[in-house]
T-cell receptor, first 114, second 115 residues
């Protein structure tokens, strides 16, 4: 399957700090998705990106679709304790077909100290 | 209603038991999915249903048997599982498959422990 390289694997930050994580791939994708997963819960979609170069915000979260279409970045500003969780990037596995499966990155575990 | 509801939330079963996981959505979505997630790993696709028909089986062992009784319900029947099948089982749905703006909505999952 497709390999998405997500980094960093984990982050330990102080409340109020900004956070940045990214995903890269050797293949081109037309859609990049960012999910957050709280412990014992399913992933929740944070931001969806559909155009190269697109910059989209959702509150304190900002994500960008790289212009090469091989990468994406997620930034969290002024982190708070409830930002704790695992953040996954994801891309559709099958372009131009009728199959809706996603490839996920390995995740970034975020810990925020008060 | 923008929720995908999964029951039970937790399940402990023996290797000889038969159990079922249930998933329900009322968003009018026509595609439903089962994913398996081991601790500290990303979700991995198991099955995809499109318009109540099985579209994808990702080479899942036959001890996992999916069923889609109608467009709102998705079941996963479990029989003779192994301890290594212990994981979080996630159900998801999407409006359709093959759309350019694909978005998956996940349930909270069933945390399964096989003893």
């Amino acid at each position: 399957g497709q390999q998405l390289n997500q980094s960093p694997q984990s982050m330990f930050i102080q409340e109020g700090e900004d956070v940045s994580m990214n995903c890269t791939s050797s293949s081109i994708f037309n859609t990049w998705l960012w999910y957050k997963q709280d412990p014992g819960e399913g992933p929740v979609l944070l931001i969806a990106l559909y155009k190269a170069g697109e910059l989209t915000s959702n509150g304190r979260l900002t994500a960008q679709f790289g212009i090469t279409r091989k990468d994406s970045f997620l930034n969290i500003s002024a982190s708070i304790p409830s930002d704790v969780g695992i953040y996954f990037c994801a891309v559709p596995a099958d372009r131009g077909s009728t199959l809706g499966r996603l490839y996920f990155g390995r995740g970034t575990q975020l810990t925020v100290w008060p | 209603d923008t929720e995908v509801t999964q029951t039970p939330k937790h399940l402990v079963m023996g290797m000889t038991n038969k159990k079922s996981l249930k998933c329900e959505q009322h968003m009018g979505h026509r595609a439903m999915y089962w994913y398996k997630q081991k601790a500290k790993k990303p979700p991995e696709l198991m099955f995809v249903y499109s318009y109540e028909k099985l579209s994808i089986n990702e080479s899942v062992p036959s001890r996992f048997s999916p069923e889609c009784p109608n467009s709102s319900l998705l079941n996963l029947h479990l029989h003779a599982l192994q301890p290594e099948d212990s994981a979080l089982y996630l159900c998801a749905s999407s409006q359709d498959i093959g759309l350019a703006n694909e978005k998956l909505f996940f349930g909270s999952g069933t945390q399964l422990s096989v003893l």
